[in-house]
């Protein structure tokens, strides 16, 4: 093993590396200094990257650059992020949320998330990605800020500006697999993978078989790496269902074991995990020394598309029968599946989550994945087109006591899409665009590939370009509007909501068989209860629930007529504090 260095005049120098044990090597060199690019040699012959590399400006194919990692001048020295039942959380594309779809453009961008009612931005995905252009679910250099999108120090500053504006951010990242282009680990540590579990990418990373403690660690400093080096405030761990680990202690438990012992102390370090399963064992109190604060909670939202949109395809399925009792548990509950069998599935799914806080669950009406893997990655405005339906939807997704979060550009009801791109080399470009259209081809608009609702060509750059946020959008009338109204929504949320979160007992949960009205009532510890009552059909409904205490929020505020009426407008949603005894 070498290390060779680029003198800047475009010749190699090549530095031999000190076997240290254990397929280790070393070198310590005044030969290296910030700026230089260098590369590992493999048997004299095969040059790669570092895969800790902190930035590779050349694409994932080419040389690492070596960082100081002191380099920058870090004003929030006094910052404390926001206990995590304040959290309002905006996920946001770097590539296409500004004009710009770089970290600089972001930074740009914050004052109009100050506004809003913002306090958590998360990043997808950043880790360096093959090519210019991407959802950043394929990257390969987890250490490495994408280049496309700046440098570490642009990272750094937008970290830094958002500290100073009172925004905590987190990121995104992908612990489950590497993508299909750019990964060069299995060329010199094959022992990295495992062939004992399998995924929807291939082989399994290894966390539990023979040489698995460096790989552990691995990610472990990865999760470090983050919160400390660039002042993160939290991460979000994709896809934890396709994390396979036998070993006693499972790495996402030792990940937030390191993490708070490490990088929390005095911090409020949020972790959120994306996990199919419905696994309520990672999931405790926030700030919990061994647990995830939340997960994002796809429950809420599979039934809330359902209702509004009628779908009933893929996992929709397992939602269609009496959506609005399903609803009104995940609200009251955390998950619809809590062990029950799922038809879509085809097995039990979930375990039982009603013990835990409504912080457990961040809940959504969109995010990348619910728009972007739809074959055209329409946004739910254009899907839905009653816009009184979809004011009643925000009004229960911004006023639940459960961390309600955004996807870019649903504030003003963004007209773009948010369809699958990538940049892969031309062989692999032309499997994911022919394995992209044959995805859908069972759907009969798609039969034709003349069709002008075609699939878009994920490969080309148009498709991304298609996705970038039209900012004139906010202050035109239709699109003004709305943004009024998140805006409004997110000021009662933290007026009237958020005090009330940590003193949260249980949620129960009322619902009628027939009709679609339902109630959910959060106990509080000193008495009080928070009542949703809602109607979310075009049908009138009896009215469920009590409609006692003082009102903080209708979309029809003639509630009190409702009582003597026993009867809820279409597409109603009511919000009211019954105030008890014990606390005065």
Same mark, same amino acid.
């Given at each position: ?29 005044? =030969? ?32 690492? =650059? ?40 972001? =930074? ?18 950043? @880790? ?19 280049? @496309? ?11 830094? +500006? ?76 994709? $896809? ?20 708070? +012992? ?13 996990? #199919? ?76 989550? $009603? ?21 055209? #990655? ?47 080399? =031309? ?49 035109? +009338? ?44 959060? @106990? ?61």
């Amino acid at each position: 093993m070498d290390l060779t260095l680029d003198d800047g005049r475009g010749v190699a120098q090549i530095v031999p590396m000190t076997p240290c044990g254990d397929g280790f090597y070393e070198i310590v060199t005044d =030969q290296a200094r910030a700026g230089s690019l260098y590369r590992y040699r493999i048997d004299d012959e095969n040059e790669v990257p570092d895969p800790a590399s902190r930035f590779n400006p050349q694409d994932v194919h080419g040389p690492s =650059q070596v960082v100081d990692p002191t380099d920058f001048d870090w004003t929030d020295r006094d910052w404390h992020s926001r206990p995590w039942h304040e959290a309002v959380i905006y996920e946001l594309h770097v590539g296409t949320f500004s004009p710009e779809g770089t970290f600089a453009g972001v =930074q740009a961008k914050l004052d109009h998330l100050v506004e809003l009612g913002v306090t958590v931005i998360e990043l997808m995905p950043i @880790a360096d990605f093959p090519g210019k252009r991407g959802w950043g679910y394929d990257g390969v250099l987890l250490f490495a800020p994408e280049s @496309a999108y700046g440098t570490p120090n642009d990272l750094k500053s937008l970290v830094n +500006a958002a500290h100073a504006r009172g925004i905590a951010v987190m990121l995104d990242v992908v612990y489950n697999h590497f993508g299909p282009e750019g990964n060069y680990l299995g060329m010199y540590a094959s022992q990295f993978f495992t062939e004992r579990h399998h995924t929807p990418w291939g082989a399994a990373i290894n966390f539990d078989g023979s040489h698995s403690r460096p790989v552990r660690d691995f990610y472990i400093h990865n999760t470090l790496y983050w919160l400390e080096e660039f002042h993160l405030d939290g991460l979000r761990f994709d $896809a934890v269902h396709a994390i396979i680990d036998d070993s006693r202690k499972h790495i996402m438990t030792e990940i937030a074991e390191t993490a708070r +012992a490490c990088a929390g102390g005095d911090r409020n370090i949020y972790l959120v995990l994306e996990n #199919g399963a419905n696994q309520a064992r990672f999931l405790g109190s926030p700030g919990r020394s061994n647990k995830f604060d939340a997960q994002w909670d796809d429950d809420v939202h599979h039934c809330l598309h359902t209702i509004l949109t009628g779908e009933k395809d893929g996992y929709y399925a397992d939602y269609v029968e009496q959506p609005h009792a399903k609803l009104c548990r995940s609200l009251a509950e955390g998950f619809v599946y809590q062990g029950e069998h799922s038809p879509f599935e085809n097995h039990a799914r979930g375990e039982p989550s $009603a013990h835990l806080p409504p912080t457990a669950f961040v809940i959504f009406l969109q995010n990348h994945d619910q728009i972007g893997n739809r074959a055209l #990655g329409e946004r739910l405005g254009h899907i839905v087109k009653n816009n009184e339906a979809l004011r009643a939807a925000a009004a229960v997704l911004l006023l639940a006591p459960a961390p309600p979060m955004l996807f870019m550009g649903e504030e003003w009801n963004a007209p773009q899409p948010f369809p699958y791109f990538c940049d892969f080399e =031309q062989e692999l470009a032309t499997k994911v665009r022919e394995g992209r259209r044959r995805e859908f081809k069972h759907f009969e608009r798609f039969r034709d590939p003349a069709h002008p609702d075609s699939i878009p060509d994920p490969t080309i750059a148009s498709t991304m370009q298609s996705a970038r946020l039209d900012w004139s959008r906010t202050t035109v +009338a239709g699109h003004e509007d709305w943004l009024d109204l998140y805006r409004r929504l997110l000021m009662i949320r933290q007026r009237e909501i958020m005090p009330l979160i940590p003193d949260i007992r249980f949620g129960a949960c009322s619902k009628l068989e027939a009709g679609a009205a339902f109630a959910v009532d959060w @106990a509080l510890s000193e008495g009080s209860v928070l009542h949703l009552i809602a109607n979310l059909a075009d049908e009138p409904a009896r009215l469920v629930g009590r409609t006692a205490g003082r009102l903080i929020y209708a979309t029809h505020p003639n509630i009190r007529q409702t009582v003597t009426k026993n009867e809820l407008a279409p597409w109603s949603v009511t919000w009211l504090l019954e105030r008890g005894t014990l606390g005065g």
